[in-house]
C-alpha cells in the first residue's frame, strides 16, 4: 500500500488542522493505521491509531481531547483532526498503516511497514 500524507500548515496558537492519510489499494480497511510526529532534534512519537474495522482508536496523552482520529474506508483515507493546536505540536507528521501489527504495538512505529512522506506542521505562538 502507498501512502500519502497532506494538510499541514502555518497556523498560530489554538487553531485546528485537519491531515489527511490517503491510501492506494483495496485492502485498506483491512490495516491498522497510525500517525506519528517528529519535531528537529527529537525521536519520533507515536500521536493516534485506529484499527481496522470497528474504528477503535488510540492516542497519546499529550493529544488526548485536542485530536481526533477517523477514517473513511470507501474513501482509503484516515484522517487526523487536530484542534487547540500548541507550538509544541510543531513537527513533521507521517502516517503509517500495517495489516499485520500486534495490537498490543500500535503506538511502536517499528511496527508498521508502511509510510508516507510526511506533512509538516507549525504552530506560531
Known amino acids: 500500500v502507498q501512502l500519502q500524507a497532506s494538510g499541514g500548515g502555518l497556523v498560530q496558537t489554538g487553531d485546528s488542522l485537519r491531515l489527511s492519510c490517503a491510501a492506494s489499494?483495496?485492502?485498506?480497511?483491512?490495516?491498522?493505521v497510525g500517525w506519528f510526529r517528529q519535531a528537529p532534534g527529537k525521536e519520533r512519537e507515536f500521536v493516534a491509531a485506529?484499527?481496522?474495522?470497528?474504528?477503535?482508536?488510540y492516542y497519546a496523552d499529550f493529544v488526548k481531547g485536542r485530536f481526533t482520529i477517523s477514517r473513511d474506508n470507501a474513501k482509503n483515507t484516515v484522517y487526523l483532526q487536530m484542534n487547540s493546536l500548541k507550538p509544541e505540536d510543531t513537527a513533521v507528521y507521517y502516517c503509517a498503516a500495517d495489516s499485520h501489527i500486534i495490537l498490543s504495538s500500535v503506538r511502536d512505529s517499528r511496527g508498521y511497514d508502511y509510510w508516507g512522506q510526511g506533512t509538516q506542521v507549525t504552530v506560531s505562538s
Open positions: 485506529i484499527r481496522r474495522s470497528q474504528g477503535h482508536t
Open positions: 489499494g483495496r485492502t485498506f480497511s483491512s490495516y491498522v
